[in-house]
């Protein structure tokens, strides 16, 4: 067990923004105990001092994760779907593109851009039926759940989802509506 310096004691301190009586205040000590506890003027007892990193430790700010935001049920299609039950899915839920998910996992992503493209080259024939599995596109990027939300963010900007997955199974969504609507 690492125990912390009276210097490391004050810059934890300073870092978030607390003042010594405020430290005093929540760990149930005097003021003037933890100016002599950082000047190394005294030597606390663990008991004090494990007060003093609990409360350090509950100031700590508290980190937001990717399964903290995550929205399900994820809207999806699996790879066996027809084009028209995807085209449905994009009219009914004012979406361009969504994952492509076959028992859990993702495997890809079908958008309209991707079937606009296949009737301008004439790849789509009333006589066939036509499947997503056609049209799959790469996938969004996956994430865990316990990814911290500046590295979504990061992700969201060259993507227009993220999807929260655990082992290989999905289990949220993280779009950059997600985002704003969290800012806001």
């Known amino acids: 067990m690492h125990i912390p310096s ?21 760990a149930g000590i005097s003021q003037s105990m933890v100016a ?38 994820v809207l999806s299609v ?23 998910i076959e028992r859990g996992a993702p495997v890809g992503c079908v958008s309209e851009s991707a079937i606009v493209k296949a009737l301008g080259q004439q790849r789509l024939h009333p006589a066939h039926p036509v499947i997503v599995r056609d049209f799959i596109e790469p996938g969004f990027p996956t994430v865990p759940p316990d990814m911290d939300v500046e590295t979504v963010i990061n992700i969201l900007q060259q993507n227009h989802a993220v999807l929260v997955t655990e082992g290989r199974l999905v289990k949220g969504v993280i779009t950059k509506h997600d985002l704003i609507t969290l800012i806001v």
């Open 6 to 26: 009276p210097e490391e004691l004050r810059s934890r301190r300073e870092t978030l923004g607390l003042r010594q009586t405020e430290i005093a205040r929540r």
């Open 36 to 73: 002599r506890i950082e000047a190394g003027s005294v030597d606390p007892r663990v008991s004090t001092l494990n007060k003093i990193i609990a409360v350090l430790n509950n100031a700590e700010p508290r980190k937001v994760t990717a399964g903290q935001i995550m929205h399900t049920p």
């Open 78 to 100: 699996p790879p066996q779907a027809s084009i028209s039950q995807a085209l449905e899915l994009f009219e009914k839920n004012n979406v361009s593109q969504l994952p492509v």
